[in-house]
């Protein structure tokens, strides 16, 4: 019969959740109560640290790909999260600067929002975009130019969606860090955008990082939901993320490569 110990250090390889920490009298051991503390720190640092909008785009424009940095009506960081409202709406500047970049309606505007976590935006964006643009090239899919947004929230992707006249616009956007995750990256994708757009007009694709879900596999799932939504012109409540179950037969190709 395995002893205690044995099952929690079993069970805690499973899991980032912080189970089975032992104890010292009634309090937690030393080593835990720092590497909580380590964690909180992560967090916080993810949530205020800024986003390198320069090197940000500079990696997207790698891959072949234009781009624009636009900012919120947010002037800094502690008004952005006093007041998430400025940060849905695009500063003069930026509003001004998407009606310049415009070009012929396009299929998908990226957008690369900071959110809540710059760490997750420098460590996943560039390679998720790098995993999606062959799927994008195997659909034909009209890339609109890939902008760049400072002190962003989700819903500051509608304004540009509409200014850049696409079809859809995805937003990869930092997610709100946990203990164990300051390094999320969230995926927001909104069939016809425009201001006014609800969260239940939308599709989110959770967790994408090194340890939750991979860049490659989340770019196979945007890829399936766009390819939907623009089929059926939905998005949200009302379009189910299957991409799971095409993986299983021969619909998977649905025009895709394969993975």
Same mark, same amino acid.
């Given at each position: 019969?395995?002893?205690?110990d044995?099952?929690?250090?079993?069970l805690?390889?499973l899991?980032p959740? #912080?189970i089975g920490? *032992?104890?010292?009298g009634?309090?937690?051991? =030393? #080593?835990?109560? &720092?590497?909580?503390?380590l964690a909180h /720190?992560q967090?916080?640092?993810?949530?205020? /640290?800024?986003?390198?909008?320069?090197?940000?785009?500079?990696?997207?424009a790698?891959l072949?790909?234009r =781009?624009?940095?636009?900012?919120?009506r947010?002037?800094?960081?502690? =008004?952005?999260l006093? #007041?998430p409202?400025y940060g849905r709406?695009?500063?003069?500047?930026?509003?001004?600067? &998407?009606?310049?970049?415009a070009?012929?309606p396009?299929?998908?505007?990226?957008?690369?929002?900071d959110?809540?976590?710059?760490?997750?935006v420098?460590?996943n964006?560039? #390679? &998720?975009?790098?995993?999606?643009l062959?799927?994008a090239? /195997?659909?034909?899919?009209?890339?609109?130019?890939?902008?760049?947004?400072?002190?962003?929230?989700?819903a500051? !992707?509608d304004? +540009?969606g509409?200014a850049l006249?696409?079809?859809?616009?995805?937003?990869l +956007?930092?997610?709100?860090?946990?203990?164990?995750?300051?390094?999320s990256l *969230?995926?927001?994708?909104?069939f016809?955008?425009r201001? !006014?757009r609800?969260?239940?007009e939308?599709?989110?694709i959770?967790?994408?990082?090194? @340890?939750g879900l991979?860049?490659?596999?989340a770019?196979f799932r945007?890829?399936w939901?766009?390819?939907?939504?623009?089929?059926? !012109?939905?998005t *949200?409540i !009302?379009?189910k993320?299957?991409?799971?179950?095409?993986?299983?037969?021969?619909? @998977?190709?649905?025009?895709?490569?394969?993975?």
């Open positions: 019969m395995s002893r205690p044995d099952l929690w250090s079993r805690s390889a899991t959740a #912080r920490l *032992g104890r010292a009634n309090g937690l051991p =030393t #080593r835990e109560v &720092l590497r909580f503390g /720190a967090a916080r640092d993810a949530v205020h /640290a800024p986003m390198e909008a320069a090197a940000v785009a500079d990696a997207i790698a072949g790909l =781009t624009l940095t636009v900012a919120s947010a002037p800094d960081r502690a =008004t952005y006093r #007041r409202d709406r695009l500063s003069e500047e930026g509003a001004s600067a &998407l009606a310049a970049a070009g012929p396009a299929d998908l505007a990226l957008v690369v929002a959110g809540l976590s710059a760490r997750a420098h460590e964006a560039a #390679r &998720l975009i790098a995993a999606f062959p799927y090239e /195997a659909a034909s899919w009209r890339l609109a130019p890939v902008v760049v947004a400072e002190q962003a929230r989700v500051l !992707g304004a +540009i509409a006249q696409a079809r859809a616009v995805a937003v +956007i930092g997610e709100r860090p946990g203990l164990s995750s300051p390094d *969230g995926i927001y994708l909104t016809d955008p201001p !006014g609800s969260d239940a939308r599709n989110c959770s967790n994408v990082r090194e @340890a991979q860049p490659a596999d770019a945007l890829s939901l766009l390819g939907q939504a623009l089929a059926r !012109g939905l *949200g !009302g379009l993320d299957e991409s799971d179950r095409a993986l299983e037969g021969p619909e @998977a190709a649905a025009g895709l490569p394969a993975r």
